[in-house]
């Protein structure tokens, strides 16, 4: 039942993904690639006093990468850099399989665990993360 549960909120992020675009200038964009499935994910991000103000992403790829994205956005944006570090760590943490799906404290995120059982899509889903991680700390 919760795989299936899983399975729609990324088939609805996917079909519907949330911050789909790209920001006006100032920006900054980084790209990542994942070149098991052929993904891409295009980040547009401004950074104000620590803070991840905006954010939108573009790209292509698979639903898994593309719904992974969608939800990094919505969930990440207006947040403290502080917030969106511990955020991406939590990710890693829940498709290494270190912690385990927690709707009520981590939302639609917990729709991502439901990969851990293929682990060649695990790349997929956490390219958008990677992706922004490399780019926040290309900042410092
Ligand atoms: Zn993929």
Request: include cysteine; proline fraction near 4%.
């Amino acid at each position: 039942m919760l795989d299936e549960l899983y399975q729609q909120v990324i088939l609805d992020h996917y079909r519907q993904p949330r911050g789909r675009g790209h920001l006006q200038e100032p920006k900054i964009t980084h790209e990542g690639f994942n070149p098991l499935c052929g993904d891409e994910v295009i980040l547009d991000f401004r950074v104000e006093d620590d803070m991840l103000t905006d954010i939108k992403f573009s790209g292509r790829g698979c639903s898994i990468s593309q719904a992974s994205a969608s939800m990094m956005v919505e969930s990440l944006k207006g947040k403290s850099l502080t917030e969106v570090f511990e955020a991406i760590r939590q990710v890693y943490a829940l498709l290494k399989g270190e912690i385990e799906p927690d709707l009520e404290t981590m939302g639609e995120i917990s729709a991502l665990s439901g990969v851990r059982k293929f682990p060649v899509r695990v790349k997929c889903a956490t390219l958008a993360w990677h992706t922004l991680e490399e780019a926040l700390k290309g900042l410092k």
